[in-house]
């Protein structure tokens, strides 16, 4: 090591992966040349090692005889090489974090065609595989088939339902886990070799270095996606009470009578609905006036009757003053309306949000700013007030789904190796909460249309108007959109329906590419499908339903 340098060039003229090819092999061929590595084509760059004292002009020549220009940018001893690099190792890009952002970002990395670290200090995969979108979706589904084979409403068909199993279900959940842990995480891991994972925890250093066991390492970039972890309010006594939180009430081995739910947006309902379909008598407590707080006031309040049709005690506009645990049993005191109501039940679970994961990183250290919730503060490019260091995921404290994560991993570290600039597009970001009817929505609501100073015109079709609803006799929910009169454009889509989720693409892609209420009526839907029901809305602003004949004609 001692006898050899690196060099680094400035290569200008790659436009393709052959124009990389065709430098790696003029350097290759020139005298002295030990190793040559050119991080794709886009990185406009070659390393290269050399015996000591090789002569850096002659490899400018070479490149030149090639077609391109070359310009040497460094020169450095290997063995002068700084302490701080781990190891010997010196990555192009260093990923804090092992979920959907982090993975993402590392992908693009080494797509691009650099040496990546990933760090994760907990599992392989984060929160969506392990204790988030997978095991949640996969509880819900298997108490949908449990509780649709207990529902009477389909005649002449006749239905029954053994017994639950719950211990049988909880383990199915764990298997589909490992499952996707492995084929989505693992496994796509080993097929990068570009990619070194490290499975510590990482904290930052001055100088854009981080810390890793006590080891510096000092990464050319580095992207921060530490995600998300649960968060509790600071009601009196609910911490020494040893509540739940999702990532408990997604693994418990044994079914509760009873449960409280503190919080009722989509991960409090998405769980109060589990355990109520599974025998649990569940009451939902939100301290908002109205539960799913963020949603169109149509869809809460019919959201709100589903879940009452089907057991669950839900109440909104609830302001908890203390919890208490007394022989086994949780109790929770508050106020509704002013009066003060008591609940009671065998579990607690809190719900009621999530922060960032950026205390004990030293951040400051590295000069990367932090909002009032612990957030990564960001540019449009996801770059935080580092120009080194970018953020991508839940660490951002906004957009927390797995595919806005991955979206913005992926864009994040093009953005840190290649200085592309993209903008991070939050537009028409389509939101799903998997309970049963799903809630599923696009755009603004019609409060918030008003406010930002639309002419606003709404429609809202009940479920009853969609033959595919009616066909399968559950014609629960609603369809609301909302559009600016001015201009006709749609600004919002709101559904409250069995499987919306599969319906909110199509109004999702309709506000991103700026459709208007006509186009969508002009627009062929297939029959006998709930997403006809979006045409049927788009109707409903200038026709009376009920004189319409079949297929919205
Ligand atoms: C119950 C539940 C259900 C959900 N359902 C859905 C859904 O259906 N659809 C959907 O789109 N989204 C869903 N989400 C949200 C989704 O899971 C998250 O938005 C997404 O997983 C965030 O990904 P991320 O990469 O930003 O963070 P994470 O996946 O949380 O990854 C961050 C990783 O960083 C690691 N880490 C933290 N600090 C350090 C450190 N200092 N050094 C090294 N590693 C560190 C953590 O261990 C973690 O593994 C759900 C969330 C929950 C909780």
């Known amino acids: 090591m001692a006898e050899q340098e690196r060099l680094e060039f400035e290569i200008q003229g790659m436009t393709c992966d052959s124009c990389a090819k065709h430098v790696e092999q003029a350097l290759r061929e020139s005298e002295g040349v030990e190793q040559v590595r050119i991080p794709g084509w886009e990185s406009g760059r070659a390393d290269v090692v050399v ?174 996606a530490t995600g998300a972890r649960p968060w509790a309010p600071p009601i009196p006594g609910l911490a020494g009470s040893g509540y739940l939180d999702s990532t408990a009430a997604l693994d418990l081995k044994e079914l509760p009578r009873s449960m409280i739910v503190l919080g009722a947006n989509a991960v409090g309902l998405e769980l109060a609905q589990i355990y109520a379909r599974a025998g649990t008598f569940v009451t939902v407590l939100e301290l908002m006036p109205r539960i799913a707080p963020f949603e169109d006031e149509a869809i809460s309040q019919a959201l709100q009757e589903a879940l009452q049709a089907e057991g669950l005690q839900v109440v909104p506009g609830f302001q908890t003053a203390q919890v208490e645990k007394r022989e086994g049993r949780y109790r929770v005191v508050g106020a509704e309306d002013g009066a003060e109501r008591v609940f009671e039940a065998e579990q607690l679970l809190v719900a009621t949000g999530r922060r960032p994961n950026t205390a004990d990183m030293r951040l400051e250290q590295g000069g990367v700013e932090l909002g009032p919730r612990g957030e990564i503060l960001v540019d449009e490019t996801l770059r935080s007030t580092n120009p080194q260091i970018y953020a991508a995921g839940d660490v951002m404290g906004k957009d927390m789904f797995v595919y806005t994560a991955a979206y913005g991993g992926a864009l994040a570290a093009e953005n840190a190796l290649t200085g592309a600039g993209k903008v991070y597009d939050a537009r028409a970001i389509p939101r799903v909460t998997f309970t049963d009817p799903q809630v599923a929505s696009a755009g603004l609501t019609e409060a918030q249309a008003r406010e930002a100073g639309y002419e606003v015109a709404a429609s809202t079709l009940p479920m009853s108007y969609v033959p595919r609803a009616l066909a399968a006799r559950d014609t629960r929910g609603l369809i609301k959109l909302v559009a600016d009169t001015a201009t006709d454009l749609l600004l919002g889509a709101h559904i409250l329906a069995p499987e919306a989720g599969e319906m909110i693409q199509v109004a999702s892609l309709a506000l991103r590419f700026g459709l208007t209420l006509s186009q969508l009526r002009e627009t062929l839907f297939p029959y006998l499908t709930n997403v006809e029901g979006l045409k049927l809305a788009a109707l409903a602003f200038e026709k009376d339903l009920s004189k319409l004949s079949c297929c919205a004609g």
């Open 51 to 224: 015996r000591r004292g090789a002569d850096h002009q002659a490899l400018a020549q070479a490149v030149e005889a090639a077609g391109y220009k070359a310009r040497l940018r460094s020169r450095r001893s290997l063995e002068e090489q700084p302490g701080d690099r781990g190891a010997g190792q010196d990555f192009d890009l260093m990923v804090i974090g092992g979920g959907s952002a982090g993975f993402a970002a590392a992908i693009k990395g080494a797509e691009l065609g650099h040496r990546v670290a990933i760090v994760e200090a907990g599992t392989i995969g984060g929160t969506c595989v392990n204790v988030g979108c997978v095991p949640s979706k996969a509880l819900i589904r298997a108490m949908e088939h449990y509780h649709a084979a207990g529902d009477h409403r389909f005649r002449g068909v006749e239905t029954s339902r053994g017994a639950l199993n719950w211990g049988q279900v909880v383990a199915h959940k764990d298997e589909l886990v490992a499952e996707l842990r492995r084929s989505k995480y693992q496994d796509v891991l080993a097929a990068y070799p570009e990619i070194t994972y490290i499975q510590s925890r990482a904290r930052l250093k001055g100088g854009n270095g981080v810390e890793i066991d006590g080891q510096p390492y000092k990464p050319g970039k580095i992207i921060i």
